[in-house]
C-alpha cells in the first residue's frame, strides 16, 4: 500500500530524514516508534503530503504522491494536537468537518456512544478539558470510512476506559481490512496492537520486523526495556566517539 524510497528531510541545517526506505502492505497495524526528535512526525506528514521531502520517492496504492492531493481521500488523520476553533460548538465542528469530507460518517454514533460524547455536543471547545478534547480529535478522524488510518499519538489525555474503547475501536478496523499506521510512546499500546514495529533512530530505520524480533534481538523481556537497551547503546556508542573520549578511555583502562 505504501513504499517509501530514499526519502530525506532537512529543515535548515537539522537533517531528520536521512535515506527512509521502507513497505507498509495493505491490512495489519504497523507501529512507528522511536524517541523524541527521530523523525516519526516528519514520516507521517510527508506521507500526508504536509511535509515536501528533499530527495526520495513516496509511491500509495501504486502511484507516486509527488505533487498529487487526491490520494489523501483514502487516509483519516488523528493529529496529535489538534487545533479547534475554539469559538465553535462540538455539535457545529462535527457537521464543518463532515461537510468539507462529503462523505458519510459511518462511525458517527459508534464513536460519540462509545467516548459519551453526546453531553458535550452543544458545549463550546474552548470550555473542554484536554482529555475531552482528544476524544473530539478522535471522533473527527474516525468518523469516516478510509483504507489508511494514520494515527499520531492518539492516546494523549485518554483515561483508561477511554483508552482501553480506543484499542477496540482500532482492533476492529484492522479487523475490517483497515491499514493502520500508529505513533505511541506507550510501549504497551505498541505490544497490544502492532503486528510490525518500524523503529526510527536518528532519521534512519533502525529496526524493521515483527515485536517478537526486536525482543529477542535485544535480549530483553518486553518491547519498552528493548527499546531502552536500544536507547542505551546509542547513548554509550555517542560517548565513545566524542572528541578524546577513545583516548581518555584508554587512559582509563590503563590503571
Known amino acids: 500500500m505504501i513504499r517509501i524510497t530514499n526519502l530525506q528531510k532537512s529543515f535548515g541545517p537539522l537533517h531528520v530524514l536521512r ?8 491490512g495489519g497495524i504497523f507501529a512507528i516508534l522511536g524517541p523524541n526528535g527521530s523523525g516519526k512526525t516528519t514520516l507521517i506528514k510527508s ?31 488523528l493529529p496529535q494536537i489538534a487545533r479547534f476553533p475554539e469559538n465553535l460548538r462540538v455539535c457545529e465542528l462535527i ?45 473527527l478522524s474516525l468518523m469516516f470510512e478510509c483504507p489508511l488510518l494514520i494515527l499520531d499519538e492518539p492516546t ?34 505498541a505490544e497490544a496492537l502492532a503486528d510490525e514495529v518500524v523503529f526510527l533512530l536518528d532519521g534512519r530505520i533502525y529496526f524493521q520486523g515483527s515485536l517478537d524480533d526486536m525482543i529477542r534481538q535485544s535480549g530483553e523481556n518486553d518491547l519498552e526495556h528493548a527499546i531502552a537497551r536500544i536507547l542505551e547503546r546509542r547513548k554509550d556508542s555517542n560517548s565513545a566517539s566524542a572528541p578524546g573520549k577513545s583516548f581518555l578511555n584508554k587512559m582509563i583502562a590503563a590503571f
Open 19 to 26: 535515506g527512509i526506505d521502507m513497505t507498509i502492505s495493505r
Open 47 to 77: 506521507i500526508l503530503g504536509m511535509v515536501i521531502p528533499d530527495q526520495g520517492n513516496l509511491v500509495v496504492n501504486g502511484e507516486s504522491v509527488s505533487g498529487k492531493s487526491a490520494y489523501r481521500a483514502e487516509i483519516a488523520y
Open 95 to 139: 457537521s464543518l468537518v463532515k461537510s468539507i469530507r462529503k462523505e458519510p460518517a459511518d462511525y458517527e454514533k459508534e464513536l460519540l456512544d462509545a467516548f459519551e460524547l453526546q453531553a458535550v455536543l452543544s458545549q463550546k471547545l474552548r470550555n473542554l478539558s484536554g482529555g475531552t478534547r482528544q476524544k473530539v480529535n478522535i471522533l
Open 156 to 189: 494523549v489525555g485518554l483515561d483508561p476506559l477511554a483508552m482501553i474503547r480506543l484499542k477496540e475501536i482500532i482492533l476492529r478496523r484492522k479487523a475490517a481490512g483497515t491499514t493502520i499506521l500508529l505513533t505511541t510512546h506507550i510501549m504497551g499500546l
